[in-house]
């Protein structure tokens, strides 16, 4: 059977198998539309997490940065594993203990104040609006060259079906659609990556593949043999390179854990399940089941990075027909030429591809001596290599049409999180919370579906012009939400001092001095043209990168939040006992409007 339609029937029965699953668990009451009833299993709530957390940016941006940045790339590792723990021991149970719907919720009701509400919705919108950028940019990647269809149009593809089982399930069908999901994309990403390390390593476990020795006979380790192709090609050595400085690192690997804690889309999986134990139990579990991803990866980048200069570079640098002819170009980068995401330029006119780094000096000198005239790869978007992988080595077609579903999964289902939390933010805190108390619990439903399907609108128009690669756009959703909403939920917990002012004071603080930065820098709203100081290294603050400026912003928050809250009034002593009730973390009841 050919590769397009294994992809479709492959892509066709898990979309069956969603939208089965959203039309079977459709929410009917706001309970089952915020926080499922308040009744999901552990396990069952630790894998929805695991899919509502690994979106497109963990499974088909984040092996592509491992690929181009090697080493450096470790910090989203670091990052966003490491967040994933802040969240579960200091956030979490807490959070539950409270028993509310969402974290504009818990915020306005812990600095008693509608004016903090609004401003926690307002941070909620920005951050995740950015993030879902970041999935659509994943779902028309996957789409545009799965169906054969231009990037713009697998985005609207993605749109459409996201719409459908997102404003029909609400928070009770998207678990377990999300459930599906998880499974769904973790065969995807973990299949091709045992079969690639056997035919490279002959050790089916990718994760001791990845420094394991060459079964092509060179005696050298995967990783040796890899620094040996990219340097002689004029590349960085791919043990040791990094991203940026030391600073930048830091800064950016905090920016990710902090980001990562104070997203609300994956807290408010922790007021689906009945008690406050589940909380943490349901923690421990997503970790579990992410790691089994997240240990796969550096394999799957090195590997990828590894196939594609082979393929490319098929004899001795530098020889007449050391170099693939282009007329001989395998099918699979057939394929991606025509999604705009591959682009080949015959520089030198000799026919041939000639893939290496033309910003090196020294290699220009060598290039110049083999008749080279400059890099004719011109654009490999990173965000291509999971799911070109398969093609590249070779692997069967239901393989790579397995890929092209587990991708569509990672993206669906965070995207569909994400969505759920703006719908929760504007329906339940703004309308029902603030503007029209009095609401209807059928009207608020439909408030929120509506709202969901704006967001959808928004999401997709920025989609079709993301400020960079999916992984680089979530990197900045993060920062956003670690500069405003975690110092906020922090303070909030242990600081019984303090008070709405500080709280407020601090969110706005902390998301003005970001968004700035980012903007600044990645331009207005993220529209070409408006970066008015350009996103050059020279111009950066302390040589800090916009995709990390959030941990800066967090300091910010949390340095105005105190200081403005010990030169105002205490908050009322039934607000500080409240703040000891969720300290301890029993006798918590179910989620509460």
């Known amino acids: 059977m050919d590769l397009k339609t294994m992809t479709y029937i492959v892509v066709g029965a898990t979309f069956a198998l969603y939208l089965g699953i959203a039309f079977w668990a459709r929410a009917g009451s706001t309970g089952e539309f915020y926080v499922a009833g308040g009744g999901v299993h552990p396990i069952a709530n630790g894998m929805a997490t695991g899919a509502d957390w690994m979106s497109a940016a963990s499974f088909i941006s984040m092996a592509g940065l491992i690929a181009y940045n090697g080493y450096g790339a470790s910090l989203f590792l670091m990052g966003w594993t490491g967040g994933y723990v802040l969240l579960a021991m200091l956030l979490a149970p807490y959070l539950r203990k409270f028993g509310k719907f969402t974290v504009p919720e818990f915020i306005g009701d812990r600095f008693y104040s509608n004016g903090a509400r609004i401003v926690a919705v307002i941070c909620l919108i920005l951050a995740s609006i950015t993030y879902v950028i970041g999935q659509m940019k994943g779902v028309g990647v996957a789409f545009s060259r799965f169906l054969e269809v231009e990037y713009d149009t697998g985005l609207y593809i993605g749109m459409a079906l996201v719409f459908f089982y997102a404003t029909l399930g609400g928070m009770k069908g998207i678990t377990y659609t999300q459930i599906a999901q998880y499974v769904v994309l973790i065969f995807a990403y973990t299949i091709p990556a045992i079969f690639i390390s056997m035919n490279l390593t002959g050790n089916p476990l990718p994760q001791l593949g990845l420094g394991s020795t060459m079964s092509d006979g060179s005696g050298m380790t995967l990783l040796a043999k890899l620094n040996l192709v990219v340097t002689e090609l004029g590349f960085k050595e791919y043990t040791t390179q990094t991203m940026a400085g030391r600073l930048d690192m830091f800064v950016y690997t905090m920016s990710l854990m902090i980001g990562t804690a104070g997203l609300p889309h994956v807290i408010v999986r922790f007021f689906t399940v009945p008690k406050v134990k589940d909380a943490r139990s349901s923690a421990g579990w997503a970790l579990v089941f992410i790691a089994i991803l997240y240990t796969t990866a550096p394999a799957v980048g090195a590997m990828a990075r590894l196939n594609l200069h082979a393929t490319i570079q098929t004899g001795e640098i530098g020889s007449a027909e050391g170099n693939l002819a282009y007329e001989q170009r395998p099918q699979w980068f057939k394929n991606w030429e025509k999604t705009g995401l591959l682009q080949f330029e015959d520089k030198n006119g000799d026919g041939r591809i000639q893939y290496y780094n033309d910003k090196n000096p020294e290699m220009v000198k060598k290039a110049e001596s083999f008749g080279w005239k400059g890099n004719e790869m011109v654009k490999v978007d990173r965000d291509i290599i999971v799911l070109a992988n398969p093609e590249i080595a070779k692997l069967p077609n239901w393989v790579i049409a397995l890929v092209a579903a587990g991708g ?15 719908s929760s933010a504007i329906s339940h805190d703004l309308l029902k919370g603030v503007f029209m108390k009095g609401i209807s619990e059928k009207a608020e439903l439909r408030a929120g579906r509506i709202s969901m399907a704006g967001a959808i609108v928004v999401a997709g128009y920025l989609g079709l012009n993301p400020p960079g690669f999916a992984a680089g756009t979530v990197a900045i959703a993060f920062g956003l939400a670690g500069a405003s909403i975690f110092p906020a939920l922090m303070l909030g917990i242990f600081y019984k001092r303090m008070n709405k002012e500080g709280a407020i ?23 070409k043209g408006t970066e008015f100081l350009g996103d050059m290294g ?22 105005v939040a105190i200081m403005v809250a010990k030169m105002t009034t205490e908050p009322p002593q039934h607000i500080q006992d409240l703040v000891e009730s969720i300290r301890t973390p029993r006798g918590a009841g179910g989620a509460t409007h």
């Open 408 to 422: 569509l999964a990672a993206a669906l289902s965070t995207a569909a999180g994400l969505l759920l939390a703006i």
């Open 538 to 559: 020279p111009n950066w603050f302390l040589g800090i990168q916009p995709n990390a400026f959030g941990a800066i912003g967090a300091l910010v928050n949390f340095a």
């Open 505 to 527: 004071a601090g969110m706005i603080a902390g998301i003005s001095v970001t968004m700035l930065y980012v903007f600044q820098h990645k331009g207005i709203l993220f529209i």
